[in-house]
């Protein structure tokens, strides 16, 4: 089934220059790219992804990581892929969480390392699930930003002005 995933290339990808080569092995999958921006990912948006591992040790750490203290860049690259099982296509390139348990030639394999105070930092960020991908999609994009209608639109009013969001 066409379904659709949310991608984020994190700070460590942005800074170590490996967006060309992720992008490379993601076109591997034959998917489209329906998406794509950068983003300075602030505190309310880190806490809002991530939401569901807040009771983790690791979560102050990660929220550190994905708002680009720990790299010092701010910088997060997302995107939205389409296609055929869009999802584990996207998460079998993207391999385990864990970078050293992730086949070698997989993104995190290949670019992934855990840091001393153990933190996996692992290049990227895929959607497990496709309530997850509608979820992660919804809160990183709006609907203009992505090419497909993948979720039903509404419409709100600012000031005479007709504003387009996910309902
Ligand atoms: O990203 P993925 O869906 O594979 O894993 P997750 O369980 O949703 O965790 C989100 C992120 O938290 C991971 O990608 C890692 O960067 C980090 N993490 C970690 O540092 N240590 C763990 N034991 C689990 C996750
Ligand atoms: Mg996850």
Same mark, same amino acid.
């Given at each position: ?19 060309? =080569? ?34 983790? +040790? ?10 680009? *203290?720990?790299?010092?860049? #701010? ?11 869009? &999802?584990?296509? !996207? +998460? ?12 070698? &030639? ?6 992934? +390392? ?6 996996? *930092? =692992? !290049? ?6 496709? *309530? *997850?991908?509608? +979820? ?23 000031? #005479? ?7």
């Amino acid at each position: 089934m066409k379904e659709a995933t949310l991608v984020i290339i994190k700070p460590d990808g942005l800074k170590k220059s490996l967006t060309g =080569n992720i992008l490379t092995r993601l076109s591997e999958t034959k998917l489209k790219i329906i998406g794509a921006k950068t983003v300075k990912v602030d505190k309310e948006l880190a806490y809002e992804h991530y939401q569901h591992l807040k009771d983790e +040790r690791f979560f102050p750490e990660l929220i550190k990581y994905i708002t680009g *203290e720990l790299h010092h860049d #701010n910088r997060v690259m997302a995107l939205v892929y389409w296609g055929e099982d869009a &999802i584990l296509k !996207v +998460r079998e390139v993207a391999g385990a969480t864990n970078p050293e348990e992730a086949e070698p &030639i997989s993104i995190r394999g290949a670019y992934g +390392r855990i840091l001393t105070i153990g933190l996996y *930092e =692992n !290049v990227i960020h895929a959607s497990s699930s496709k *309530e *997850e991908a509608e +979820r992660e999609i919804k809160l990183w994009f709006t609907p203009k930003e992505v090419v497909y209608e993948l979720y039903p639109i509404g419409e709100v009013e600012v000031e #005479n002005y007709k504003l387009e969001v996910w309902k």
